[in-house]
């Protein structure tokens, strides 16, 4: 038999709503595997308390119910017969981790946004609930596609694979890779939303890459072969005489791959001329003579 919630957390039964929040993200924070290396076992059996606890009295109407008698420690009905109002199981059905004390918003406070814990209730008995992730990952892994580890709240870890081309904010769902279901139905789904963190050099549009590329002044008068970086490597442009800053030049094909659309969008490199730190007098007077028989009208009106 599971342990008195209130006495897991160390809280009075009288406790407010946000001083339970307020000690289990104290306790998740002090228990979790990835802070206890040298201590993942006992660490990890004393999370696990800690949060079975807290998805009984952090939910507030599984609170009320566990105060009522309704439910026991382990969430499950104290009585067979189904009170008004209620679902099929003693009020069980519907009481989901949506509010604002759910480990989501928990999990997102405690490890910076990197990773978070939320779940869904489906209907009881028939599929387990989904769990949600929010992970962070590079700009060029997003592009070219990689796989991580994450490790769940109860210790376990999650292996995934990120298809390349994935998008910021775009959510990927593993089949059967969320909570267990009650009765032995069908378990849930794992929900990963994908961040991904800009990049100094590349900015995405759609399936385009947009780069800006510095050349000097001489390369853009005489012309020049430079190197440009992509998202698959560095290439060479052909800068041709008399490129002014603002141009643009596409580079087929080196932009993101659409795996579902089996297409593959463009790099879009912008020219901008950039003068030395210091001109000096050999230059200065060579353009001086220039412009003295050169004078033209760039567009200025």
């Known amino acids: 038999m ?4 209130y006495k897991v957390l160390g809280v009075p039964r009288d406790a407010p709503d946000e001083e339970i929040r307020r000690t289990y993200r104290k306790l ?17 059996e004393r999370f696990k308390k800690v949060s079975a606890a807290y998805d009984i009295i952090g939910d507030p109407v599984k609170r009320r119910q566990y105060d009522h008698g309704e439910i026991d420690a382990n969430g499950e009905p ?3 017969r189904a009170h008004a109002g209620a679902g099929p199981f003693g009020g069980r059905a519907g009481a989901g981790r949506g509010d604002e004390s759910g480990f989501g918003d928990v999990f997102s406070d405690l490890f ?22 929010t992970l962070e990952i590079d700009f060029l892994e997003a592009a070219a596609g990689t796989k991580k580890r994450v490790t769940m709240p109860d210790g376990g870890t999650l292996d995934i694979t990120i298809p390349e081309g994935v998008s910021d904010g775009q959510v990927l769902r593993l089949r059967g890779k969320g909570s267990p279901a009650a009765r032995g139905g069908e378990a849930g789904d794992a929900l990963v939303e ?17 780069l800006e590329l510095p050349i000097t002044i001489d390369e853009a008068v005489l012309g020049a072969k430079v190197e440009v970086p ?4 560095r290439v060479q442009l052909t ?7 603002g141009r643009v030049f596409r580079l087929k094909g080196k932009g993101v791959r659409n795996a579902t659309a089996g297409h593959t969008g463009d790099q879009l490199v912008t020219v901008r001329i950039v003068l030395p730190d210091a001109v000096d007098e050999k230059l200065a007077y060579f353009m001086s003579e220039w412009r003295q028989a050169h004078r033209y009208n760039p567009g200025r009106s």
Do not use: C
């Not at 946004?113 to 992730?133: A, I, K, N």
């Not at 590349?202 to 385009?208: C, I, V, Y």
């Open 230 to 233: 992509t998202v698959t490597g």
């Open 112 to 133: 910076g946004g990197r990773f978070r814990w939320g779940e869904t209730d489906g209907p009881l008995g028939s599929r387990g609930r989904d769990v949600r992730y």
């Open 2 to 5: 599971a342990e008195d919630p």
């Open 194 to 210: 994908i961040k991904v963190r800009p990049h100094p050099q590349f900015k995405r549009d759609g399936e385009d890459i947009a």
């Open 28 to 44: 998740a924070k002090e228990l979790h595997p990835d802070v206890n290396p040298g201590n993942r076992g006992a660490a990890e």
């Open 239 to 245: 800068i041709p005489k008399g490129t002014s800053s």
């Open 78 to 80: 104290r009585r067979t």
